[in-house]
């Protein structure tokens, strides 16, 4: 067992109201520059339909994630490494712009600069690539609400077989949910694994993905090798980039933006303790039904003595395992179980979770001629096929047993409540109905349902004293350590050109180092030799997206 | 010899290579962010697939040609056995056979940088000449191998210019810092344009994308596929180490509060 901890987040789908603010503060932030307009770091699709990039679930065609061998060893879909390097001119696998959507803006000077006339003027919608006008045939969020849907929403991948005849048919019917996504931040991230340069990296202390902007060689492996497509080549810089998950915020305890922003309040955000050293099995596991399993088995309970002891031994700090214990997350995923992989099936292990939406069931319960009593939904959940069936290719790799226990806890949840507020004393049978024990379908509630805000976030403080220490050197001569290249250290009163606030500092550094045991003071015996200043400029710093 | 020969064999291909060893190694320590080919492949797909793959492969075998030409002394082939004329063949041949798919390819992406819209509009002018000049540099060689031929077949010339007599060991020279310019004087025009062409380009090389051929990823092979970094290496270094040999760890304390 090696013990690492990951920040992992879980989503509410029946809270999300659709308002893509999360989309627009995210990229606000990270991706309003040239080469990022068509990049949504942050998304929210309408489900049924087909997504963004246009038909990114579609692996046949993409390619992405994991696949198992016929020896049933885990290989990436879009094959091996030395197939990489011999395609590595022309990536077959890559999609266009149009798959995204090419990005405009209006020629507005047409309205400042129009004369009198006697038609109105227009802003024509141009090109944000070339400048040229553009007939805008595809956007964004296109078939948001579903809008279009009667074109598009049916080659949506998740609706196959039996699903596909009854949406043809019965399209007015068709349920209706949104779908928030952003990078997964997986335990076993194919974009990684398919980068080349070795340029993206998933940091050992909280498992955040990021890709290196000074290693990255733009080939781009990274964006067809993940099956969510939340890897995004920058035309501009000719670089990758994607959603940092807010390092800098989540470092300092904050939650990333997106979740900050969120209307739906629907974000939650915490640490997971998982075993590093199963991953790769859990990922290899043969059936895809039971890769759900294989990844909850993977998490560990860290209220466990046994975890914990561990966790210490390979380096998780106390308040990490304090805040692990604390993690909105646990009881999501695995106490409760209400929380499901997006697509567990690409074998990347994410670690964005989703709580399936009730409501597309009660649309149905509710919809015109229906005889079932909202108060019991039960029979609809076990009867009604074609939502259930649909979200368990979404959450449960087609498992549609899981999907049902999921909606009726949740179902379970509001009757529980109801009767307590009604009758002022909890229904225990329905807690029991559901396997669950009152005092936890309390804390669910709690946690979904009023959902404050120090609950939502559990986040700590990233461990980074030492080198936050470190920073007081910036501003000094950087290159003016022993035996560094620099000498722009003005001379000291005793004419020596040594840069004596550097000296002190690493003196202070070396000497807390030693206050804490083992723990060397890293960034500044690094100095020693070009490897180490190199290792600590170009590849120790964690480096986001962004310049 | 004139100042003018001496410019052009000795001092300007000097020049050149001081720059392009230069410039690389100052593009490296200063540039990581624009290290990059730069790739238009979400702009537009076909032709740049076919332009792609028949540049590449078509430069990668010239590459070799090269190597085989101008590197390896003619007295290896020689001694191997390799009669003259069978060189000149093999060069002939296979030198056009991959040339003309070069030619192709960065035909196909020349025209694509400058007649599809939105790829010429994000395109740099290093990239448009760069592009150009490699154009202008493989048509130029082609000329030379297959134009010389013709030209020496109506002047009685012997049908095989034999440039590992005069254009190799000169560029050989180079490296030994004994340039011999006059090898020069007497080589073909066709053959000092494509010589003198290729010097411009190898000084553009290092302020271009064109960077980006030292950069072939082989460490991909090696590297294992989940790459983790610290953000304390060397503590996760020596916890890596201790975990191995089954140590316990020390560890660092609480966090202190930091804003
Ligand atoms: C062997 C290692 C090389 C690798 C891995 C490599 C890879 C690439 C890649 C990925 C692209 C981007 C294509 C795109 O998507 O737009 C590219 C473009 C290009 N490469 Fe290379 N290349 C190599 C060697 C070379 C050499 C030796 C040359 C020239 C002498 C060269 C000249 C070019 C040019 C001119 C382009 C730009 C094509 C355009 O105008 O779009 N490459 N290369
Ligand atoms: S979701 Fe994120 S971590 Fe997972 S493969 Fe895609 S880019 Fe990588
Ligand atoms: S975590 Fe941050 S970077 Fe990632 S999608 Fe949310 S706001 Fe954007
Ligand atoms: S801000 Fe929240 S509620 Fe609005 S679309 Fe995003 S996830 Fe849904």
């Not at chain 1, 990078?183 to 990296?201: D, F, I, Q, R």
């Not at chain 1, 020596?496 to 960034?523: C, D, H, I, T, W």
């Amino acid at each position: 067992m090696q013990v690492k901890a990951q920040i992992a987040m879980v989503m509410n789908l029946d809270k999300c109201i659709g308002c893509h603010t999360c989309s627009v503060t995210c990229k606000n932030v990270w991706t309003n520059r040239q080469g990022t307009e068509y990049q949504w770091w942050n998304n929210v699709e309408t489900k049924p339909g087909v997504g963004y990039p246009k038909l990114y679930e579609d692996q046949e065609r993409w390619k992405g994630g994991w696949t198992l061998d016929r020896k049933g060893r885990l290989k990436l879909k879009a094959g091996g490494k030395l197939r990489k390097l011999l395609n590595i001119f022309f990536n077959p696998d890559l999609p266009e712009i149009e798959d995204y959507y090419e990005p405009w803006t209006y020629d507005y000077e047409t309205l400042t600069k129009a004369g009198p006339s006697d038609d109105q003027p227009v802003a024509r919608p141009i090109s944000q690539i070339s400048g040229d006008p553009l007939d805008l045939a595809w956007g964004p969020n296109w078939d948001d609400d579903l809008a279009g849907g009667t074109t598009t929403a049916r080659f949506d991948p998740n609706i196959r077989g039996e699903l596909e005849e009854s949406v043809r048919f019965e399209y007015e019917k068709v349920f209706m949910m949104y779908l928030p996504r952003i990078c997964e931040h997986c335990l076993n991230p194919s974009c990684v694994a398919s980068c080349p340069s070795g340029a993206m990296y998933k940091r050992e202390e909280d498992g955040i993905v990021l890709v290196d902007q000074e290693q990255c060689r733009g080939w781009r492996y990274c964006v067809s090798g993940c099956p969510y497509k939340k890897v995004y080549f920058n035309w501009e810089t000719g670089k990758a980039e994607k959603c940092t998950l807010c390092y800098p915020r989540i470092e300092s305890g904050q939650p990333t933006i997106c979740s900050e922003t969120c209307v739906g309040r629907l974000r939650y955000i915490g640490l997971i303790l998982y075993d590093a050293d199963r991953v790769q099995e859990a990922a290899s596991t043969p059936d895809e039904k039971d890769l759900l399993d294989a990844q909850r088995s993977v998490f560990l309970d860290p209220s466990d003595p046994e975890v914990v002891e561990q966790a210490r031994y390979d380096g998780v700090p106390d308040d990490w395992i304090e805040a692990a214990q604390r993690s909105p997350i646990y009881p999501l995923a695995i106490e409760w179980g209400v929380a499901l992989p997006l697509h567990p099936e690409y074998r990347t292990l994410p670690m964005v979770w989703y709580v399936p939406p009730l409501s597309p069931v009660m649309g149905f319960v509710e919809g015109e001629g229906s005889e079932a009593d909202p108060d019991d939904v039960f029979p609809a959940i076990d009867e009604l096929r074609i939502p259930v069936q649909y979200l368990a290719n979404l959450l449960s790799a087609g498992d549609e047993e899981v999907i049902r226990n999921v909606l009726k806890r949740l179902a379970a949840m509001r009757g529980y409540m109801r009767e307590k507020n009604l009758s002022g004393a909890g229904a225990d049978e329905i807690a029991d109905s559901v396997g669950m024990s009152p005092r936890a379908v309390e804390d669910m509630y709690r946690l979904l349902a009023i959902a404050k805000y120090e609950e939502r976030y559990v986040i700590p403080l990233a461990h980074k004293e030492l080198a936050a220490e470190l920073e007081g050197q910036q501003g000094s001569c950087g290159l003016d350590f022993a035996g560094g290249p620099g000498s722009c250290a003005p001379a000291e009163p005793n004419g020596s050109r040594r840069n004596e606030a550097f000296y002190a500092m690493k003196e202070k550094l070396e000497q807390r180092a030693g206050e804490l045991g083992s723990v060397p003071a890293p960034n500044v015996q690094f100095f020693k030799s070009k490897a180490d200043f190199e290792s600590f400029h170009l590849k120790g710093r964690p480096q986001g997206g962004g310049a | 010899m004139n100042l003018w020969d001496q410019f052009l064999w000795v001092i300007f291909p000097y020049l050149s290579l001081v720059i392009f060893v230069l410039g690389h190694i100052y593009r490296y320590v200063y540039d990581q962010y624009g290290w990059t080919p730069k790739s238009s492949q979400m702009f537009e797909r076909r032709m740049l697939m076919w332009g792609v793959l028949l540049f590449h492969w078509g430069i990668l075998f010239v590459f070799i040609g090269h190597v085989m030409g101008l590197l390896v002394p003619i007295e290896v082939y020689r001694a191997m056995g390799v009669s003259d004329h069978a060189y000149h063949l093999l060069a002939l041949w296979a030198g056009t056979f991959f040339g003309v798919i070069a030619l192709a390819g960065i035909l196909l992406l020349n025209m694509r940088r400058w007649f599809i819209s939105r790829v010429r509009t994000n395109t740099e002018t290093m990239r448009f000449i760069t592009d150009g000049l490699l154009l202008v540099v493989i048509l130029s060689g082609l000329f030379a191998t297959v134009g010389y031929r013709i030209y020496a077949a109506q002047y009685d010339l012997p049908a095989e210019f034999e440039y590992r007599e005069n254009i190799a060991p000169w560029f050989r020279s180079l490296f030994y810092f004994a340039p011999q310019a006059e090898l020069m004087l007497e080589v073909p025009l066709m053959f000092q344009v494509h010589v003198l062409l290729a010097f411009v380009l190898f000084a553009l090389w290092p302020f271009s994308s064109l960077v980006h051929v030292f950069s072939i990823p082989l460490g991909y092979l090696r590297r294992g596929y989940i790459q983790y970094r610290s953000s304390n290496p060397q503590a996760a270094r020596a916890r890596e180490r201790a975990r191995r040999k089954g140590q316990q760890v020390p560890r660092p304390e609480r966090s202190r509060n930091v804003e």
